[in-house]
């Protein structure tokens, strides 16, 4: 495992863990990293030296910090992934229009329901503009089908 230093383009830096430096680019490339402040993907790494525990397979134990690392980032993906899930099963994907369709639920021109989609960084400061509610939420895209 790796610990990189994170600063999105809006200037908030941040931690993440990552399996390789090639997961790493994998999950940067397919816009699977976003930050948890204000939700964009467009991140980078900050200068720094980087965390790196060596796995067992190194003729190294892990140290408990290490043990315990490894568990609490375990412990957050598979909150995100439960959240994902209840979203995806109780919510309406709206895809990109999410934005526009957020709106007319606002103002009353389309029914009141749950959805989710996606929204850039522009369509999520108008939302912000004109009042509506809504949660950004970094989605896991599972590969598990």
Not at 9 to 25: I, Q
Not at 31 to 53: E, L, Q, R
Request: contains cysteine; charged residues 35%; negative net charge.
């Amino acid at each position: 495992m790796i610990l990189y230093q994170l600063l999105c383009h809006k200037g908030h830096d941040f931690e993440a863990w990552f399996r390789d430096s090639g997961t790493y680019d994998q999950q940067v490339v397919a816009g699977d990293v976003a930050c948890p402040f204000c939700g964009t993907s467009v991140v980078n790494k900050a200068p720094m030296a980087p965390h790196v525990a060596i796995g067992r397979g190194k003729g190294r134990k892990r140290s408990g910090a290490e043990e315990r690392a490894q568990q609490v980032a375990e412990n957050i993906l598979e909150a995100v992934d439960g959240i994902s899930r209840e979203v995806e099963e109780n919510c309406e994907f709206v895809g990109d229009e999410f934005a526009e369709e957020a709106k007319r639920i606002h103002y009353g021109e389309s029914e009141e329901r749950r959805i989710y989609g996606e929204a850039t960084d522009e369509e999520a400061e108008e939302l912000d503009d004109e009042g509506v509610e809504y949660i950004r939420f970094p989605f896991i895209r599972r590969r598990d089908g």
